[in-house]
């Protein structure tokens, strides 16, 4: 009878392949059929470009030129960006929707929230300031949680939108590569199917790295993923890691109303930010109410009914402390989510999870590519961009770059920081010569009018050459301030440059006019 059922099931599925490509067959006919209305023919035409395909589509389809595995923002950039250039792409994503970690659990849903946490702050400490009296301000998690979903929601969906447009077939399922032109997928249907291209482009980006001790529930020891759904504000939050992500979050919640302790194993917080602006940083951050605990460690964290008991240590050894919590957040950061993939059964070279890939982004199988998080360099969401653009160019030919001494970093706090280039403490262990020009922006007439006076902007600059080498912000709209810099940099130009280009009266970005006049010259307004 088993067997029975399962040849039935096979005769099924193969019908069910029979009818997807006779289905697409004729929507091609319709499409180039002179007897075709109009509407029929924009019937058939979405129907080509916007059907995910199943296992027997995809297989009916033939072989692609690109297949990437992974719908983040370096998949299906490099997906789109193949398209642009005339090549046939397959964009492989398990999800079940587009974007990654990114869009879906990441930068995305926690700025939503950073903005939610931002107003209601505001609301309850400074409109007083400005003569705006307000009175029962609440919280609604649930509300700012929706809001934070119709953000994501929309820009899934809006990628979806994308491959439309550029003619990107869209795969639901899990990809394996099985050949070095070979990608088995595990279909969202359960059905499994095999798709064949001349390239293949790993795009899987990271996943949270744990912490030995402690085991993730997503309820009450959370990663980012549930610190960005809890569903209501925890009396206190111990954040473990000082770095881009935990600072985030522990933002958003002491924002909320949250107790926040920071533990950071390392004896800085975020310790690629330079160290002058990281001492002002650090010092706004605990003004805020954020307690910031460097050089401990926790050695165990374990959940109960009444919260979380934790126990910590300093980083070298030492006399061990308790402490509870109504919600642990680990934020030690992330790693290449490489595993699962068929890369070790392939031979691919690969350092400590990380795929080695040359400056065409080969790994030591040509054609198949790796990009993004999966490769070493920084774990960034516009590194994944630039990196998939570039991969996708030299696979059509063309000349592919990416400059990683010009990708800037974010931290979106308020205030925020970025920065770009090198660090004062690197280019001193580099034994380069430099210069340092610096303004705060006290003394910036936009800030000091809208009360964002808490920043500073450094400039570092070769000293012979003037050639700028590293900027790094702290202030309002920092992430925003950085772009000019960056776009400078990538020219090769000067701190003078910068310093003799108008910029309107009263910004912000005047600060980094003056940072850049006290770096070649003199500053006019400090």
């Known amino acids: 009878l088993r067997g029975s059922r399962e040849r039935e099931g096979e005769r099924e599925r193969r019908r069910e392949r029979r009818g997807q490509v006779m289905f697409l067959t004729l929507a091609r006919r319709a499409l180039f059929s002179p007897q075709c209305s109009t509407k029929g023919r924009v019937f058939a035409q979405r129907t080509l470009v ?3 395909l199943s296992a027997a589509a995809a297989s009916a389809e033939g072989e692609t030129d690109v297949i990437v595995v992974g719908g983040g923002p370096g998949g299906y950039v490099a997906a789109i960006k193949a398209a642009q250039l005339g090549l046939k792409a397959v964009c492989v994503e398990g999800r079940g929707t587009l974007g990654g970690t990114c869009l879906n659990v990441g930068c995305i849903p926690s700025k939503a929230l950073l903005n939610s946490s931002h107003k209601y702050e505001d609301a309850t400490k400074h409109f007083s300031d400005y003569g ?5 301000v609440s919280i609604d998690v649930d509300k700012m949680m929706a809001q934070k979903l119709n953000a994501v929601g929309g820009l899934t969906k809006g990628i979806e939108g ?20 070979e990608v088995t997928v595990a279909g969202s249907d359960g059905e499994e199917i095999k798709l064949e291209g001349k390239n293949i482009i790993l795009a899987t980006g990271s996943e949270v790295t744990p912490l030995p001790g402690v085991t993730i529930d997503e309820e009450k020891i959370v990663s980012s993923t549930g610190a960005l759904s809890l569903k209501e504000v925890p009396k206190k939050m111990v954040v473990i890691g000082g770095g881009i992500i935990g600072l985030e979050l522990g933002s958003v919640w002491s924002r909320l109303g949250a107790e926040v302790e920071v533990i950071e194993f390392l004896p800085n917080i975020v310790p690629a930010m330079d160290h002058e602006v990281r001492r002002n940083f650090e010092r706004v951050m605990k003004k805020q109410g954020i307690k910031i605990r460097l050089s401990h460690k926790v050695t165990s964290a374990e959940a109960s009914d009444s919260g979380v008991n934790l126990t910590v240590e300093p980083s070298k050894g030492g006399d061990a402390e308790a402490l509870d919590a109504d919600v642990v957040l680990v934020a030690i950061g992330r790693r290449p989510f490489t595993s699962g993939l068929g890369l070790e059964d392939m031979g691919i070279e690969m350092d400590r999870g990380r795929v080695l890939v040359n400056d065409k982004f080969q790994t030591n199988i040509p054609s198949i590519h790796a990009i993004g998080d999966a490769i070493p360099g920084p774990m960034l969401a516009h590194k994944a961009e630039e990196d998939g653009i570039a991969c996708v ?3 059509a030919g ?24 090198k660090t004062e403490k690197e280019l001193k262990e580099a034994g380069v010569k430099f210069k340092a020009g610096k303004f705060s922006m006290m003394a910036n007439s936009r800030a000091r009018t809208v009360d964002e006076t808490d920043g500073i902007v450094k400039f570092l600059a070769d000293k012979e050459t003037d050639k700028i080498l590293g900027v790094h912000i702290m202030g309002a709209n ?16 000067s701190s003078e440059d910068i310093a003799r280009t108008c910029h309107g009266h009263p910004t912000l970005s005047e600060a980094v006019k003056e940072a850049a006049m006290a770096t070649y010259d003199k500053p006019i307004h400090s």
């Open 478 to 493: 920092a992430g925003e301030l950085i772009a000019e810099c960056v776009l400078a940099m990538e020219y090769g130009a």
């Open 393 to 395: 160019e030299h696979i």
């Open 132 to 136: 705006i009296e307000v009175s029962n």
């Open 162 to 181: 994308l491959f439309k447009k550029n003619k990107v077939k869209y795969v639901k399922g899990w990809g394996k590569v099985t050949g070095a032109n």
């Open 50 to 52: 916007s059907r995910p």
């Open 398 to 421: 063309k000349v592919g770059h990416v400059n990683y001494d010009t990708i800037p970093s974010i931290i979106y706090t308020h205030p925020e920081v970025a920065w770009v280039g």
